[in-house]
């Protein structure tokens, strides 16, 4: 797990607040849910036979003797809290969320324990254009990031029977191949069949090359759905890619399936992970619901804006000063100043005004305001310009009691 040092909040602030821009713009609603769970959560929400649930949760037994977990994902979280607070009896829902997660895995670039995501979840809607919109607020959010390179792959995993009748034809043709298989393999074949086109594994993916393709086992219901999505993309002008193999291995997922790649992000491409999950509210305890939604990695979102996207902020005074009462006096008039909205920074070091003048220049200040002996004598302080010097004239000398007039040189 990793600290965030202020150089790098800067740069996550002004993610988050991007963020937060552009869901009020598409009237999304920010749950915010506990970092803490009952792990039957997870385990009922996400699925005993996934990676993350099997081998990848931070649960504990907490002094009343339950078991809890570290929120290893958004969705479980907010379906719960959704069912919880009766928000499915009042309308479809479209909500967002942003915040730490926990996953026990290996770390590596673009792989943390502790790691962020945003994600956005609709309830209550099942039509293609609702997925499509969906898709386009994570495809529109990341591009006007600045992000280029991005690859939206797509799937349908159709209906349960779909994939019942997929996943039997899956099953008997990879028995042709069991030789070539390590028992690993031949585990999640018995369990869960379908999460084996996931697999990370080359030669598993050269051989489901050559495999059966769900979405030959679409009924035309399913894949009238499908080509509709794709249709609603296309004249959206969003980009996509059919991806046969993009799955999740689990029984309340259905239809569309998404993500959003970046060539960039090397062995960790995924920034975003999606799909339509109809079955898991009511598999909640809640009332039955179509949801879609998606997640995005904040880490591997940075990696992919790096540096030269965030412009530094610089204070716009720099109080230059000396001796305890000058001090004082900064420290006094900073707090008038940071009160109008203005960015303040004081120097305390007590050393030579040329050194002072120093740090403020490298500061990138835009401000000097000096307080020195002769100043405080007569109440007055002195502003230079250290920016835009074309400007004429540079420096002023105003009274400190004249707040407003201090304020309007600052402006000027
Ligand atoms: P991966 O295949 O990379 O393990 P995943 O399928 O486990 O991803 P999801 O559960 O779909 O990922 O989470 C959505 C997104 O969250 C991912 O696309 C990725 O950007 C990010 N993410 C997931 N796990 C981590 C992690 N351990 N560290 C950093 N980011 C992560
Ligand atoms: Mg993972």
Known sequence: MIDLLPSQVERWQKVEAFARDHFRRANLGEIRTPLLEHTELFARGIGEATEVVGKEMYSFFDRGNRSCTLRP???????????????????????????????Y??????????????????FGLSSEISDAELISIAWDFLNELGLRDLKLEINSLGTTDDRKKYQESLVSWLENFSELLDEHVLEQIKKNPLRILDSKKPNIQELLNEAPKLVDFLSNQSR??????????????????????????????????????????????????????????EQLGGPKTPAIGWAIGLERLLILLGEDAFEKQFPEVYIVNKGPKAELESLTLARDLRASNFFVEIDYSGSAFSKQFKRANRSNASWAVVIGDEELKQEEIRLKRLKGKTKDPN?????????NQIIERLRS
């Not at 799955?247 to 995924?270: K, M, N, P, W």
């Open 224 to 281: 009238n759905r499908f080509l509709n999505l794709q249709v609603i993309l296309n004249s959206l002008g969003i980009p996509f890619t059919i991806n046969t193999k993009l799955v999740r291995g689990l029984d309340y997922y259905c239809h569309t399936a998404f993500e959003i790649t970046s060539s960039q992000l090397g062995a960790q491409a995924t920034v975003c992970g999606g799909g339509r999950y109809d079955g898991l509210v």
């Open 105 to 122: 895995e290996r770390p590596q670039a673009g792989r943390q324990r502790q790691f962020h995501q945003i994600g956005v979840e609709f």
């Open 73 to 103: 994902e958004g969705t479980a979280s907010v379906v719960r809290s959704v069912i919880q607070n009766g928000l499915l009896s009042q309308g479809s829902q479209r909500l967002w969320y942003m915040g730490p997660m926990f996953r």
């Open 395 to 403: 420096e002023y000398l105003v009274k400190r009691s004249d707040f």
